[in-house]
């Protein structure tokens, strides 16, 4: 089983890349499951069911989220109303919507998929390793192959995040601060790590908005309306393949994918 992981999506420019790059990868890399993150994707806040649908037709089989995930509250329904959207499963229960589910590959192949949040330096939150274990433990009854985004700001909390889920989870990957870090592995038990996979979107910027207006904020302290940048812009990810048989992850590559200006 060969999985691609798109990282925040941010902004239409994150579109263009998830849309020319994605088709790219998923033939010539033989990818047989693909996962974006797209909490960034309308406008830097949020997805709309326009975007969310887009995503789809580029390739994505689920879709990711974090603490964006309610910020367009017109497609608030959409997301609650299906499955291939997954919200953070510490949410309360009753916000609707799910944070984990099974899906079927290209192969036939189940997969599951886990979507959690972290708490420090976030908002409050029910505990992630708890809710992200239960999750673990529903969709091992069904498929050994269990993936995570672990949507988390402190590289302490994912990291320890990681150790906790070596053995149970094929795969933790770290998103939400945008940087790509440089230290994939495989850990121990064999669970393939890293502690954030980057940001799909312009990367001359401040995480993905135009950098003047967030380096003004910081000065000034000041309520600002941050737009998303347009260049240099990237397609940031992993591919990881895992045995089917075990869940255990075989390999794990890292991804930072120029798109060419005007493609």
Known sequence: ???????????????????????????????????????????????????????????????????????QKASISYIVSGDRILRPSNYPADVGGTGAAVYTSKKGTPVGVVNV???????????????????????????????????????????????YMDGSASAVVGTHTHVQTADETILPRGTAYITDVGMTGPHKSVIGAQKDAVIQQFMDRLPTRFEPATEDVKLCGVIIDVDNATGRALSIERLRIDLAPGE
Do not use: Q
Request: glycine content about 12%; hydrophobic content about 40%; proline content about 4%.
């Open 117 to 163: 949040m972290g708490r420090t330096g976030m908002r409050p939150m029910d505990c992630p390793f708890r809710s992200g274990m239960d999750c673990v433990e529903m969709i091992r009854k069904k498929t050994p192959i269990v993936f995570i985004d672990f949507h988390a700001e402190a590289t302490s909390e994912k990291i320890a995040f990681g150790w």
């Open 1 to 71: 089983m060969r999985i691609l992981f798109v990282g925040d999506i941010y902004g239409k420019p994150g579109r263009r890349a998830a849309s020319e790059l994605v088709p790219k990868l998923i033939e010539e890399r033989e990818i047989d499951f693909t996962i974006m993150n797209g909490e960034n994707a309308a406008g830097g806040f949020g997805i709309t069911e326009n975007i969310g649908k887009k995503l789809h037709t580029y390739g994505a089989d689920v879709i990711t989220t974090g603490n964006h995930v309610w910020d």
